[in-house]
């Protein structure tokens, strides 16, 4: 957060200006605990990782397939002589040795759906961190505005004191205290408001970064150098949410491909090797074409309905695109505005400061009233009021320029966290492996350790 120093010293008494810069948490430290003990995160991961078992399983109907039957029948009245029943053992075997590419095709979508669920862990990140950014603020902020009102207690309290005792020796009327006993009633109040408000926020902070708040640090505004046409350009190009409406769409044209290929012949390899009771063996091996000749225009129909999702998918890329161009264009003006803010609020408070005490001096000489003080000091107060909103306010903007750009990532923060890498898990199911190999064991211990 910006500071201009001599200007609102003595009234802006902030909380976090009590502690030593090397004990105060600063942003990067809730950042690093909200990415650390995100729920949310945590869910994502786990769906993405649901994602990736999809391909394992797509790749699985490309493999052989190996079952087991075993089968005992009697056919005699007397169910309990062992002579009546008929046993047997078989171990059969199928492969698909041609299926028009379907199977091919539905391991490339799915793919394509873990690029696209990847984009949405990506996207839940932004959101965790900006969720703990504001939060962050909200308590920097309240803590002020309990510092203003406190101080402000303070000063309506010594004009009070100032205007009783000039009623004792007749310089005021006891109207004029009177207006200072409601005015201090009404500061009271509005700090226990504030006080309130601060409370609300700590527990915000609690939710989003999972701990709650200590002395907090000034944080200053994220560095944003592109302009607003280049930052639009750039989001559209790397925002998450607009990638994951590309694989979207990617996976939806990847589907048409596979209705249609549905409607080619498939071949498949099938062997059985049996036992019976006798212990004598029999064994097959044959290959079966199969295709489809009439279904009642149902495969027509899921062609169809493939190229409607395509077209749907497209829509919503071309809907997310324009989302995209527009945030980034109200982060942009939400940031010029608290700027801009900021400077007429110091220039406003430097005015309304010597306005005030010169108010003040002139109503001790019995040239200015007592509620002629004390709304001098309100519109000193509303000044600094304001400086703190508009400084909260630029810093969460400034961060909401990076998430509406798709930079909102401990990678571009580079935030001190053991970072979560998505292909890590992909890499070790992408191949279908059984759980007794030596990937699936791999597995095993990867997801003990998540558990965990």
């Known amino acids: ?30 950042l690093t605990s909200a990415y650390n003990n995100s729920g949310l995160l945590e869910q994502n991961r786990a769906l ?9 399983q797509s790749v699985a109907a490309t493999l052989p397939i190996i079952s087991w039957a075993l089968e005992a029948t009697s056919t005699e009245p007397n169910l309990t002589s062992t002579d009546a029943i008929e046993a047997s053992a078989a171990i059969t075997a199928s492969l698909t040795l041609y299926d028009g590419g379907v199977n091919r095709l539905a391991i490339d979508a799915q793919k394509e759906v873990v690029l696209g ?17 504001e939060a962050y603020m909200n308590v920097v902020s309240a803590g002020e505005f309990v510092s203003l009102r406190q101080s402000n207690v303070r000063v309506i309290a010594r004009e009070l004191q100032a205007a009783r005792d000039r009623f004792e020796v007749g310089e005021v009327t006891r109207t004029d205290v009177a207006q200072s006993e409601a005015r201090l009633a009404e500061a009271r109040s509005l700090l226990s408001t504030a006080e309130g408000d601060l409370a609300q926020a700590e527990e915000e902070f609690t939710a989003a970064v999972g701990r709650a708040p200590g002395t907090l640090a000034e944080a200053p505004s994220a560095p944003v150098s592109r302009s607003a046409d280049e930052a639009k350009a ?14 979207s769409v990617s996976s939806a044209e ?3 491909l596979r209705a249609e290929a549905a409607t080619n012949p498939t071949i498949d390899l099938e062997g059985t090797i049996a036992l019976d009771q006798d212990f004598e063996d029999t064994r097959q091996i044959g290959i079966t074409a199969s295709g489809p000749i009439y279904q009642g225009g149902a495969l027509s129909s899921q062609i ?9 998918s497209r829509s919503t890329l ?3 695109s324009q989302a995209i161009e527009q945030e980034v264009g109200n982060a942009y003006a939400l940031l010029r505005v608290a700027r801009a803010s900021s400077v007429s609020s110091v220039e406003q408070i430097r005015a309304a400061r010597v306005a005030f005490e010169g108010i003040r001096e002139e109503a001790r000489l019995g040239a200015r009233t007592t509620l002629e003080v004390l709304n ?26 990076l998430s509406a750009m798709g930079l909102l990532n401990v990678q571009h923060l580079n935030l001190p966290v053991q970072q979560y890498d998505p292909s890590e898990y992909y890499n070790l199911v992408k191949n279908s492996p059984t759980a007794t190999s030596e990937q699936g064991q791999a597995l095993d211990r990867v997801l003990r350790a998540i558990g965990q």
């Open 1 to 30: 957060m910006v500071r201009h120093p001599g200007l609102v010293a003595g009234i802006l008494a902030v909380t976090i200006g009590f502690a030593s810069a090397a004990k105060a948490e600063t942003l990067a430290d809730a």
């Open 48 to 56: 993405l990782r649901a994602a990736d078992e999809d391909v394992a």
């Open 117 to 133: 669920t990847r984009q949405t862990l990506r996207s839940v990140e932004q959101d965790v961190l900006l969720r703990a950014i």
């Open 234 to 247: 750039f989001a559209v190009r790397n925002h998450p949410d607009v990638l994951e409406a590309q694989h």
């Open 254 to 256: 990847l589907s048409i």
């Open 304 to 312: 169809r309905q493939a190229m409607a999702q395509r077209d749907a």
């Open 318 to 320: 071309l809907v997310t």
């Open 376 to 401: 001098a000091e309100q519109e000193l107060l509303d000044a600094q009021t304001n400086l703190i909103s508009a400084q909260a306010e630029e810093v969460t903007a400034s961060y909401a320029v």
